[in-house]
C-alpha cells in the first residue's frame, strides 16, 4: 500500500494524479493526518481511498511511506513512528531542505529513504521530481518509485548535492513562469486585446513552446531562431529582451533561489 502522512496540498495533487493515472486504486492508498478536515475533504474527492485512525497505522500498513508534512512537522512524525517502520518500507521524502542524514539521524537505524522534490504542477499531472535515493535503496525499489512519481509527470534521478538547485529550477520556476504570463498578458491588454481573452491565450504559447522543446529535442536557440526571420517583428523584441537583460535576470534569479535554499537547509 502507498500511504500519506499529510494530506494537504502535495498530497492531494499526488494522491489525485496517481489515482488518475490508474497505477494503483484508492484502496491500496492510506492516509493520514492530524487535520480531521483535511483528511476528511481527500476521503470526499477521492472515494475508496483508506482512512487510517492515525500516523501509526498509515505507517504499519505502508510498504511505500510519504511523508507530506511541512519540513518542521518531520522532526516529531519521525519520532512518533519510527519503531513501528518495517525493515522493507521505503521512506519517501518531500520536504524542501530536509537531508537524507536528517533523516537518518532521526530515524536512529539503518532504513531505506528516497528523498524527493515534486513540484506543483503534480496538480495537473506535470510534475518534474527530482529522486534520491539512500545506500539502503535497491535498483528495483527506486525504479518503483520513479513509476509511482512518474504517475503523475516526469522523474529524474539527482545527486542530492544538486537537490537546491533543483528546487529553483523546478520547485519555484512556475512562480517566475506566472510572473511571465501575467506581464505578457499586461502588454497584450496594453494593445487592446481584453484580459480574459489575454491569459489564456499565453499560458496556451506558453505550454506549446514548452511541448515543442520537450517533444523536438532540439536546443531551444535553434527554435528561437526559426521564429525570428530577418528585419522582422521577433528580432526587434529579441534585441529590446537582451538589452534590459531578461537572461541575465533569469541565470541570477535560478542563483539566488538556490543560495537561499542552501543556508535554509544548512549547506
Ligand atoms: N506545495 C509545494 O509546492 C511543494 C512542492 C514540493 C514539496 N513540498 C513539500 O510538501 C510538504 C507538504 O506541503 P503542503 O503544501 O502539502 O503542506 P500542507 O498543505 O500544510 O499539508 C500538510 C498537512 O499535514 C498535516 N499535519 C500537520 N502535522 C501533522 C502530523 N503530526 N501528522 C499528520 N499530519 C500532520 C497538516 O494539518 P494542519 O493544517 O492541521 O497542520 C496538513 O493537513 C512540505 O514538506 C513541502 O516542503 C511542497
Known amino acids: 500500500m502507498i500511504g500519506f502522512i499529510g494530506t494537504g496540498n502535495m498530497a492531494s495533487a499526488m494522491i489525485g494524479g496517481i489515482i488518475k493515472s490508474g497505477l494503483y486504486p484508492p484502496s491500496q492508498i492510506i492516509v493520514s493526518d492530524a487535520s480531521e478536515n483535511a483528511l476528511n475533504r481527500l476521503a470526499e474527492n477521492h472515494p475508496g481511498i483508506v482512512k487510517a485512525k492515525n500516523n501509526i497505522e498509515?505507517?504499519?500498513?505502508?510498504?511505500?511511506?510519504?511523508?507530506?508534512?511541512?519540513?518542521?512537522?518531520?522532526?516529531?512524525?519521525?519520532?512518533?513512528?519510527r519503531e513501528e517502520i518495517s525493515q522493507e518500507t521505503l521512506i519517501i521524502t518531500i520536504a524542501a531542505g530536509v537531508t537524507i542524514k536528517k533523516v537518518e539521524e532521526l530515524l536512529q537505524r539503518p532504513l531505506k529513504v528516497i528523498r524527493t522534490m515534486p513540484n506543483t504542477p503534480a496538480l495537473v499531472g506535470m510534475a518534474m521530481t527530482a529522486l534520491c535515493p539512500n545506500k539502503k535503496v535497491t535498483e528495483e525499489e527506486l525504479q518503483?518509485?520513479?513509476e509511482l512519481f512518474s504517475s503523475f509527470g516526469k522523474a529524474e534521478l539527482l545527486p542530492e548535492s544538486q537537490i537546491n538547485a533543483f528546487t529553483s529550477l523546478c520547485g519555484s520556476s512556475p512562480a517566475w513562469i506566472f510572473m511571465?504570463?501575467?506581464?505578457?498578458?499586461?502588454?497584450?491588454?496594453?494593445?487592446?486585446?481584453?484580459?480574459?481573452k489575454a491569459y489564456p491565450m499565453v499560458a496556451q504559447a506558453v505550454a506549446g513552446s514548452a511541448k515543442m522543446v520537450l517533444d523536438s529535442g532540439e536546443h531551444p536557440a535553434v527554435l528561437k531562431d526559426r521564429v525570428c526571420s530577418p528585419?522582422?517583428?521577433?528580432?526587434?523584441?529579441?534585441?529590446?529582451l537582451e538589452k534590459d537583460g531578461l537572461r541575465a535576470s533569469l541565470i541570477e534569479a535560478v542563483r539566488v533561489c538556490t543560495a537561499k535554499a542552501d543556508r535554509l537547509s544548512g549547506d
Open 58 to 81: 498509515t505507517t504499519q500498513r505502508a510498504t511505500m511511506l510519504i511523508l507530506s508534512v511541512k519540513p518542521h512537522i518531520y522532526e516529531p512524525v519521525l519520532r512518533e513512528i
Open 144 to 146: 518503483q518509485v520513479k
Open 180 to 196: 511571465a504570463i501575467e506581464a505578457l498578458a499586461d502588454g497584450a491588454v496594453l494593445q487592446g486585446i481584453p484580459r480574459d
Open 231 to 240: 528585419g522582422g517583428t521577433t528580432i526587434e523584441a529579441v534585441a529590446q
